[in-house]
């Protein structure tokens, strides 16, 4: 089975935007941890090295763990007048709280 994951334009965009002139932040990493209101919750951070279960997406990088639960998901970013976050569109996802960061599946 392909595990796949999409990035928007605008995701890439701002990955490419935080990631360059750091060299602390080569990489945007995406996790999924237990806990969270509904099960799971998803983890956005940045890195400057590649573990050895993790699979390279261009400059996103995310462990197989990981990317069991999320494959198929699309990646976007938004700008919103609350604020702005990346946003994970995850069809294996069977409920999610409000803040969009906690799922169950």
Same mark, same amino acid.
């Given at each position: 089975m392909i595990k796949k994951i999409e990035f928007t334009d605008r995701? *890439?965009? !701002? %990955?490419e935007k935080i990631i360059s002139g &750091? @060299?602390? *932040?080569k990489f945007f990493r995406i996790s999924v941890k237990g806990g969270g209101c509904s099960g799971f919750?998803? $983890?956005?951070?940045? &890195? +400057?090295?590649i573990n050895n @279960? +993790? %699979?390279?997406? &261009? *400059?996103?990088v995310? +462990?197989? /763990? $990981?990317l069991d639960i999320i494959s198929?998901? /699309?990646i976007d970013f938004? *700008? !919103?007048m609350i604020g702005e976050s990346f946003v994970i569109n995850n069809p294996k996802a069977s409920s999610s709280c409000g803040c969009g960061l $906690?799922? $169950?599946?």
């Open positions: 995701a *890439k965009e !701002e %990955i &750091d @060299q602390f *932040k919750k998803y $983890s956005f951070s940045f &890195d +400057d090295k @279960q +993790d %699979i390279v997406f &261009d *400059k996103a995310i +462990d197989s /763990t $990981s198929g998901s /699309t938004k *700008k !919103e $906690s799922f $169950s599946v």
